[in-house]
């Protein structure tokens, strides 16, 4: 197809004027710009074609109100004219024309800058609002319903003597000569007076509450509100010879403002396919140039249209540029669970800031907050104006994101840990204590007591947290002074939270399950010694506030040392004594060691059988006592 002179002149322009976009976007990373050179120039005339197909629609908006709220337009209770009333107003909305001609007449004179318009649909006309009235069902229009406490009787089982009318009372009786007994007797209901039902509070002793459907106005009223819009659907058509399907292509991705922006369109046409439909065409008619660009023994495919450089067609130039980085961003990020050190990081960092592009794509993203870290590869497209793939863009972007949090670091991982390690020791070593000295063996205890530990971790985490967030928050503010403003990151102390509340919840049941190993002698006790070491270590007693805080820990179960057991436990442990002593006596092969283990249960158990008698440990070790010679510490539990 030949082209006129003064298309051409265009065309050369365009593609001087695209050359030098992408020569400036290049320029300093990795290339000077007088490296790109243009290998090949094609240019060709483009006829872009909007239609615009504006609908009519109606929008009926309802809402109910408790009680009046009528509005001028009113139907009292009339619901077939009410609803006659909406439908007139949807059909009249659709179809009469005086009400789109002020809208079809400002689009019209707009000419061709109308079409920046066709984005959004648009209101055309507001019939204003129309009401009507309705009955509640629930209260029929009464506004009380039957109260629910009282089933309508105004009357409630009295609270005191639960309906019975009396109330059990006890007595003391003396006998004249000294002593007495006590005895039961039913004394008569004081609050309901012996029968058995008091006033309903709920109702007031009424049996009727009010409606709460209708808040007690036994009506509503319903407010309809029709308006017409017009809406709009686009359909694009583009006749060129260079570029065709990838400047169509582009242009359905555009907002038809953006088109408006890069085109100067007029409008050509307008007619009413329907009676609820008017069409406006708009087109233009534009130089399209294809270049053929060389850069380091590379070519791209480069395109662009309309007077004010819209480029459609984008090839890869920062990917070849790049790819150095990209290699080794792909080593990097290669394992399900890539990590960056800090010197690597480092080093990316001082490479990205040397590359003009680069270096503003690591900005943008240091600014990302919430959902927006989630695709920080979108900063690296825009940066590159498009001139790049998106598995390059997204790699490059998600090192942004790791390199950003070791050279400015949002928060403190390890604030966190320096804060929260004492706490979660406590944690720790108050499970396997406590577990050591009062483990259940039934499952369904074992689990309550997994879910009760479970929590206290949490709750402790949670309220160590706030300080560990506040010295992270001092910490990495001053990392980050360490950077450029324009690179530091938005603080974000709170995140390794759920982390840490985690570990709290391990360190517990990983304690209590050490505890309970030794609560059944698999495992050696430990006696609180940690505890009472760090107490000997930091003279820890000689401080009044300790002790008291030492107190309530030991009232609770936690912390408790050998010589602070329960007596119960006292008992249990010497009862524990006597039968090994005893079984070795005997010449049953076991240790003496006052810890209950599956070795000492077993040969009690072989001891029992032998004797013919309950496997009970009570009464082996009331057996044990009975032997000649034996070693009895405590009162045997049987006789």
């Not at 790049?322 to 792909?330: G, M, P, S």
């Amino acid at each position: 197809m030949e082209i006129s002179p003064a298309l051409e002149l265009v065309g050369a322009a365009l593609g001087h004027q695209l050359h030098d976009q992408i020569g400036a976007l290049i320029d300093g990373n990795h290339v000077d710009r007088s490296e790109l050179t243009v290998a090949q120039r094609h240019c060709c005339e483009a006829h872009i074609v909007y239609d615009v197909d504006w609908t009519f629609e109606s929008r009926v908006e309802t809402f109910r109100r408790h009680g009046n709220a009528a509005v001028s337009q009113h139907f009292g209770y009339d619901q077939a004219a009410y609803q006659s009333e909406t439908a007139h107003r949807c059909e009249v909305g659709r179809t009469h024309q005086p009400l789109r001609e002020p809208f079809m007449a400002e689009i019209a004179a707009g000419g061709g800058a109308g079409l920046a318009r066709a984005d959004q649909a648009a209101k055309v006309w507001d019939f204003g609002q129309h009401s009507v009235h309705e009955r509640c069902s629930s209260c029929s229009g009464n506004g009380e319903v039957s109260c629910s406490g009282c089933y309508g009787s105004g009357r409630t089982s009295c609270y005191h003597c639960h309906g019975a009318g009396s109330t059990t009372q006890t007595r003391w009786i003396s006998r004249p000569n000294g002593g007495g007994h006590s005895e039961t007797y039913q004394q008569p209901c004081y609050t309901c007076g012996s029968s058995g039902r008091v006033s309903c509070s709920g109702c007031g002793g009424s049996g009727r509450i009010t409606c709460s459907a209708c808040s007690g106005h036994g009506f509503f009223t319903d407010v309809a509100n029709v308006t017409v819009r017009a809406v709009p659907r686009m359909h694009i058509t583009v006749r060129s010879r260079l570029s065709n399907e990838a400047l169509l292509a582009h242009l359905v991705r555009t907002s038809a403002a953006g088109a408006a922006h890069y085109f100067e369109f007029a409008l050509c046409d307008r007619r009413q396919p329907d009676a609820q439909t008017w069409r406006v065409v708009y087109e233009t008619h534009t130089a399209v140039v294809e270049l053929d660009l060389a850069l380091r023994s590379k070519t791209y495919l480069a395109a662009a249209a309309g007077p004010r450089v819209l480029a459609f067609v984008r090839p890869a130039i920062f990917d070849d540029l790049f790819v150095e980085e990209i290699a080794d961003l792909q080593k990097v990020f290669a394992g399900k669970k890539p990590s960056l050190q800090s010197r690597r990081a480092r080093q990316f960092f001082e490479t990205y800031a040397g590359q003009p592009v680069l270096d503003e794509a690591m900005k943008s993203v240091a600014k990302l907050r919430g959902n927006d870290r989630q695709s920080p590869g979108r900063e690296v497209v825009r940066a590159c104006d498009g001139y790049i793939t998106a598995q390059a863009s997204a790699l490059l972007g998600r090192c942004m994101l790791a390199l950003l949090d070791k050279v400015s670091p949002p928060h403190s991982v390890w604030s966190w840990f320096a804060v929260m390690l004492a706490p979660m020791a406590l944690v720790a070593l108050a499970a396997q204590n406590w577990m050591e000295n009062h483990g259940p063996r039934l499952g369904w205890e074992l689990a309550l007591v997994a879910l009760g530990w479970s929590v206290g971790g949490m709750l402790v985490a949670t309220a160590a947290s706030p300080v560990a967030a506040l010295v992270s928050t001092v910490v990495s503010a001053v990392r980050r002074r360490a950077v450029p403003p324009a690179y530091r990151q938005h603080g974000r102390n709170w995140q390794p939270f759920g982390a840490f509340a985690w570990g709290f919840v391990g360190v517990a049941l990983a304690g209590g399950t050490l505890g309970w190993l030794a609560h059944e002698g698999h495992v050696p006790r430990l006696d609180n010694l940690p505890v009472r070491a760090l107490e000997e270590t930091l003279a820890l007693p000689s401080y009044p506030a300790y002790m008291q805080a030492a107190e309530v820990w030991r009232r609770a179960g936690l912390f408790v040392t050998p010589n602070s057991v329960d007596p119960a436990r006292m008992k249990e442990q010497l009862m524990v004594l006597d039968i090994q002593t005893n079984l070795r006596r005997l010449g049953y092969g076991i240790a003496v060691s006052g810890q209950l283990d599956n070795a000492t249960r077993q040969q009690a158990a072989v001891y029992a059988q032998k004797r013919r008698i309950n496997r009970d440990l009570r009464v082996v070790h009331s057996a044990l006592c009975k032997e000649r010679g034996s070693v009895c510490r405590i009162e045997p539990a049987l006789r």
